[in-house]
């Protein structure tokens, strides 16, 4: 990482911004009741390269196998009067979607900090995910690719202070197709990053996709569990625009099961 940082990105920024009047909430909260699509309107759904170290290694098979026996907890029988269906805090295999969103008051139990030659500003992620993430950024940085998390776990008050920028910015129908409303964030997991490089200045943006770092993650983040959940072109199964970027920890075993499917993670979970 380099010794000065550039500015840092908007989306860093953001965990900075105020909290917005609950008058102003409550208005872009009706808002967005009425701008949702409905349950059934949007359908949501190689070489490896080998960790080093008998820690790590242990470490990520144990969180690999925890997730592998794992299946995604079902969300509530009917849905919210808003449309909207809660599922259960704790379960990183759940759907978290424009209709399945978390309670304000989840947050993950065990959170630890990503090393600071890994991170661009201070992150975090549940504890059983560090080995794979940390896997993953010294498999990259063997392979001439420097890539750091520049966004990880964020609270249910960030996300609504981050989705508030994003309307008051771009208007909400923009919002709602580039940042989640708070509680339908995967990064309230605590098992979802935002990768960046010194090729894009750490900013989160779709050329991302096309740099080298941006390239080597697509072909091999599912290798260390990481699978992309917003893919180029599906915009309409998963209501987000391509976010090169944003991964999501699920183990290396059930991420190469979506990877070999075809499905966007949503649709996977969702089956």
Not at 58 to 84: C, E, H, K, Q, Y
Not at 91 to 113: I, M, Q, T, Y
Not at 257 to 269: C, D, N, Y
């Amino acid at each position: 990482m380099p010794g000065t940082r550039p500015t840092l990105l908007v989306a860093v920024l953001l965990l900075l911004l105020p909290l917005v009047a609950c008058g102003d909430e409550d208005r872009v909260d009706d808002e967005l009741v009425r701008s949702s699509p409905a349950p059934g309107e949007t359908p949501v759904g190689t070489s490896a390269a080998t960790p080093s170290g008998a820690d790590a290694d242990a470490a990520g098979a144990n969180a690999t196998a925890a997730a592998s026996t794992s299946t995604p907890a079902p969300p509530t029988a009917t849905p919210n009067a808003d449309g909207v269906y809660i599922v259960a805090c704790h379960d990183f295999l759940v759907p978290l979607d424009k209709v399945h969103r978390l309670e304000a008051d989840c947050a993950p139990n065990a959170l630890v900090s990503v090393p600071d030659v890994y991170a661009y500003g201070a992150q975090e992620v549940v504890e059983g995910v560090l080995p794979d993430l940390l896997a993953l950024l010294k498999a990259a940085s063997e392979a001439g690719h420097l890539v750091a998390v520049v966004s990880s776990y964020r609270s249910y008050e960030t996300q609504r202070n981050t989705f508030e920028y994003h309307v008051n910015e771009f208007g909400l129908q923009e919002a709602l197709r580039v940042s989640a409303r708070p509680g339908h964030s995967e990064h309230q997991l605590g098992t979802t990053v935002d990768f960046s490089s010194t090729t894009v200045g750490y900013e989160l943006v779709e050329a991302f996709g096309s740099t080298p770092e941006g390239l080597w993650l697509a072909e091999h983040a599912h290798e260390y569990g990481f699978i992309l959940s917003y893919p180029e072109g599906k915009e309409v199964v998963t209501g987000y625009a391509y976010e090169p970027w944003h991964f999501r920890w699920i183990g290396r075993e059930l991420a190469a099961e979506v990877r070999a499917s075809g499905l966007t993670l949503g649709q996977f979970l969702l089956r």
